[in-house]
């Protein structure tokens, strides 16, 4: 059971240059996000998607986009990296329906680094 | 729009006593959920435990308990008999119980330490 997996784990970037942060679900889960993580400030939201064809920002969403390409799939696009974004970047899923209470499913990370 | 505030950043504990984790939240909604995660230096984020608004029971799990109180907005994370695996960011979190795709809101962390 593979549950959230997210590629790449680690990544270098130059300022400028473009990635794109892939996201996969195997519990058929609607919603899927992705959120920041930086020192001694948590995890913040970017984007999110709600179901297949929406999605929506977050806290922070400036300098990224998202892409929901299936129910399985979320993916977030640096156009061009800045140092600013430098940052641990979690993807993650919930089921939803009638158990409100369902928990986050969280892929394992991925350490960017904008240079 | 929510917020959730952990006031320590940084908490120690010796090993087997016991530690309380600090969480407080700003919200209008009556239903919503409450959760505590673990990270540990692999990074992955782990669900210790989770709380239903509208339940007034405490939730436990073996070693970790919480003390919910509703009013006072507060949801504190109690680790008894503390373990060296213990040692962890652990993050405080909210959810919207209005509808199916509300993200979790997270409070800042606390980085816990246990002494051998």
């Known amino acids: 059971n593979a549950g959230v997996t997210q590629t790449p784990k680690f990544q270098v970037l130059k300022t400028g240059q473009s990635m794109t942060l892939q996201c996969a679900q195997d519990?058929?889960?609607?919603?899927m996000y992705w959120y920041r993580q930086d020192p001694g400030m948590g995890l913040r939201l970017i984007y999110y998607s709600a179901s297949e064809g929406t999605t929506d920002k977050g806290e922070v969403p400036n300098g990224y986009n998202v892409s929901r390409l299936n129910k399985r799939e979320f993916s977030l696009r640096l156009e061009s990296a800045a140092p600013s974004q430098t940052s641990v970047y979690f993807c993650a899923s919930i089921g939803t329906g009638g158990n409100m209470n369902t928990e986050a499913f969280f892929g394992q990370g991925t350490r960017l680094t904008v240079v | 729009a929510q917020t959730v505030t952990q006031s320590q950043p940084e908490m120690s504990v010796q090993e087997a006593e016991t530690v309380t984790l600090s969480c407080t939240y700003d919200?209008?909604?009556?239903?919503?959920?409450l959760f505590w995660y673990k990270q540990p230096p692999s990074r992955q984020m782990i669900l210790v435990i989770r709380q239903e608004a509208y339940k007034q029971q405490n939730a436990t799990e073996n070693r970790f308990s919480v003390n919910f109180q509703k009013a006072a907005k507060s949801f504190s994370l109690k680790i008894s008999d503390s373990q060296l695996g213990d040692a962890a960011m652990y993050f405080c979190a909210y959810r919207s119980g209005n509808s199916g795709n509300t993200p979790l809101v997270f409070g800042k962390g606390t980085r816990l330490s246990v002494i051998a």
């Open positions: 519990m058929n889960h609607n919603s």
């Open positions: 919200t209008s909604e009556s239903d919503y959920y």
